[in-house]
């Protein structure tokens, strides 16, 4: 790691991460009631009260044949009227008024699927882990890194490749640089794809790199 001391100060400038910010306790602890109070008044979307525990004897139904109108009803004759094998009611919300929903049960299983899904890519997307290199780095070490990035790629995470001179050593031309980083990139292209722009600034060089199984689509700031 001393090989790297030299320009990782300036390398960690080029990959910079999120900005964490600590708020005061008092702050945290009236966020907290807020939510509470939320939560009290409409309801969790994890806890919504369903079918008969719903605390209402009059209910507003979404009309979904309607335009979505309200309907007012008698929640018992509601139920009495869904296929409780196939749909529940659902309580949404209860200011102004109650107002439930018929919610089909596969439809529901189905959408809590894809939520966990969409959930775990994005997890996967947003582990990063850095590799270091130097320009003149031998032959062998930088296979052996680029297989370690590969694998991380492979895995979903996103992978910045960082580039610098090792210590007491003359950094290359930027033309030299430039073609080594392309090189590089060359190298993990069938696993991964750039998802920013690359850096090259006073002999450090970075290469954001994302694997192409959850790509955004999008340049990132």
Not at 27 to 35: F, I, K, V, Y
Not at 83 to 110: G, H, K, M
């Amino acid at each position: 790691m001393a090989t790297f001391l030299a320009f990782r100060l300036a390398a960690k400038r080029v990959c910079t991460g999120p900005v964490v910010r600590v708020y005061p306790a008092a702050a945290a602890t009236t966020a907290r009631r807020r939510l509470l109070h939320v939560s009290a008044t409409n309801h969790s979307k994890y806890q919504k009260p369903r079918n008969k525990s719903i605390p209402y004897t009059q209910v507003h139904l979404v009309d979904r044949a309607n335009d979505g109108k309200l309907v007012k009803m008698a929640l018992n004759d509601l139920l009495a009227q869904i296929d409780d094998e196939n749909s529940y009611v659902e309580l949404q919300v209860t200011d102004p008024v109650p107002i439930v929903r018929i919610v089909d049960r596969e439809e529901a299983a189905e959408r809590r699927k894809l939520a966990k899904e969409r959930q775990k890519e994005s997890k996967k997307k947003n582990v990063k882990k850095e590799f270091q290199f130097t320009w003149g780095m031998a032959v062998a070490d930088l296979e052996h890194k680029l297989a370690r990035a590969s694998e991380e790629l492979k895995k979903g995470h996103r992978v910045d490749l960082v580039f610098g001179p090792k210590k007491r050593t003359a950094a290359p031309s930027v033309g030299e640089m430039k073609e080594k980083m392309q090189l590089m990139a060359d190298k993990v292209a069938d696993v991964g794809v750039e998802w920013k722009s690359r850096e090259l600034q006073r002999g450090i060089g970075a290469i954001f790199m994302q694997s192409r199984g959850v790509q955004s689509g999008e340049e990132e700031s």
